[in-house]
């Protein structure tokens, strides 16, 4: 498995930039807005990062039309932003796809759409083709129940 805690430092970078774009602009205006802000923070603060990158979906080898947007990827991070009123299974979903289809070993779903910013840490690991959540420190939380977080269970 994935030593995850190497990724901490810039986990903390883009966190501490969402919580700089939410402080500047508040909660609620529309996902882009937020997307582009924290692009021109993260920018700001020296952390490279691309937009709207492209995720090529294959069915048995073949490569299909349709391709999902990642909203913004650090590195080997995938960030995924919303700004609704509550997180939903399907949110998380969303994000352990994009890890499991790009094969990145970690993920950001940031909510922009609540008076108080909220942010989790997913973690995939490759092996088992399973998502998992991480607390702080990177390391995953044995202890957590997935069911309620994801509605299914997203591995195969």
Request: hydrophobic share 40%; with cysteine; glycine share 4%.
């Given at each position: ?99 499991r289809l790009t094969r990145k ?52």
């Amino acid at each position: 498995m994935t030593d995850f805690s190497q990724y901490a430092n810039k986990v903390y970078k883009i966190i501490g930039a969402a919580m700089t774009v939410h402080s500047e602009l508040g909660w609620g205006l529309l996902e882009p807005v937020y997307q582009e802000a924290l692009h021109l923070e993260l920018l700001e603060r020296g952390v490279a990062n691309d937009r709207e990158i492209e995720v090529p979906i294959y069915y048995k080898k073949h490569l299909l039309e349709k391709k999902y947007r990642m909203d913004i990827v650090v590195d080997d991070i995938v960030v995924e932003l919303k700004s609704v009123t509550n997180l939903i299974p399907a949110h998380r979903a969303q994000l352990c796809n994009y890890l499991r289809l790009t094969r990145k070993p970690l993920g950001l779903l940031i909510n922009f759409g609540e008076e108080c910013l909220i942010g989790e840490r997913w973690a995939y690991d490759a092996d088992s083709n399973v998502c998992f959540i991480v607390n702080r420190n990177m390391e995953p939380i044995d202890e957590a129940d997935y069911s309620y977080l994801l509605d299914t269970v997203v591995n195969e």
